[in-house]
């Protein structure tokens, strides 16, 4: 089982990036995935999800707005579409699939990527 985020880096306030997270080994058409992240200091927090059934995507309240997350089944990939970047949004983010639903405890996870936003 893999998970592999990608598409981190470093963007000026207000800027744009795609965060990419790759899945193999498990049947990705039934595991929900999550995007979560963690600045220095701080918890992890939930960023935003995405069903494995009807594709019903949650938002944190952050991130309501500038964040997007979509799926591509035949890819085995999620996409995390992030505009309007703010300093604050600077963290690792990870991702992770659950065989139940956005609400489960994640049964996988991903390496991180770092995302910067900083001018």
């Known amino acids: 089982v893999q998970l592999q985020a990608s598409g981190g880096g470093s963007v000026q306030p207000g800027g744009s990036l795609r965060l990419s997270c790759a899945a193999s080994g498990f049947t990705f058409d039934y595991y929900a995935i999550a995007w979560f992240r963690q600045a220095p200091g701080l918890e992890r927090e939930g960023v935003s999800c995405i069903s494995s059934i009807d594709d019903n995507t949650y938002y944190a309240d952050s991130v309501k707005g500038r964040f997007t997350v979509s799926r591509d089944n035949a890819k085995n990939t999620v996409y995390l579409q992030m505009n309007s970047l703010k300093p604050e949004d600077t963290a690792v983010y990870y991702c992770?699939?659950?065989?139940?639903?956005?609400?489960?405890?994640?049964?996988?996870w991903g390496q991180g990527t770092l995302v910067t936003v900083s001018s």
């Open positions: 992770a699939a659950d065989r139940g639903s956005c609400h489960g405890r994640m049964d996988y």
